[in-house]
């Protein structure tokens, strides 16, 4: 199994840019969650995904902020137009079963630094 | 919501040593409890997790404890070596299906 597989692993860009993060789940697994994490707020959950329809996406930031998820294996994370303060580790992960007792599983992460 | 909370933020032991993380959380509904451990750098690993039915469990060098009633539970890591060193971070689990992290303890373990 690959695991979670998350691209690019680092994007640098200017402010103003748009910014597309991609995340493939792990196979089987029917629910994926997409994480900020950063030294000063930690890790947040941003949105979360059951069988590709959004659940709870009260953590994304602002309207600037969306996320996709068109099929089972594919979902993407984008900032339109990024700023400074995105500036973080973006994480993806994926779980096998809705409800309770199964762990998360965490993709590489995404880098990103907005100048 | 659910608010778990993690103790201490830093802490430095000598190779050999135990270390003990604690968490607490405050959704009683809460019922799985995973531990992550972090390398600089890296994502986020499960290395133990436990379920509300059960008291204690135990891998090798590494346990986690849950009380229930106190809601709150820790992680032990016995014989610790400095490959141990990472940033560990406690979540809770409720019925929601969110997970809910603590703010993570950087853990250095001195040669």
Known sequence: DAGVIQSPRHEVTEMGQEVTLRCKPISGHNSLFWYRQTMMRGLELLIYFNNNVPIDDSGMPEDRFSAKMPNASFSTLKIQPSEPRDSAVYFCASKNRMGVGSPLHFGNGTRLTVT | ?111
């Open chain 2, 1 to 111: 919501g659910e608010n778990v909370e993690q103790h201490p933020s830093t802490l430095s032991v000598q190779e050999g040593d135990s270390a003990v993380i604690k968490c607490t959380y405050s959704d009683s509904a809460s019922n799985y409890f995973p531990w992550y451990k972090q390398e600089l750098g890296k994502r986020p690993q499960l290395i133990i997790d436990i379920r509300s039915n059960v008291g204690e469990k135990k891998d090798q060098r590494i346990a986690v404890t849950l009380n229930k009633t106190a809601k709150h539970f820790s992680l032990h890591i016995t014989e610790t070596q400095p490959e141990d060193s990472a940033v560990y971070f406690c979540a809770a689990q409720n019925t929601g299906n969110q997970f809910y992290f603590g703010t993570g303890t950087s853990l250095t373990v001195i040669p």
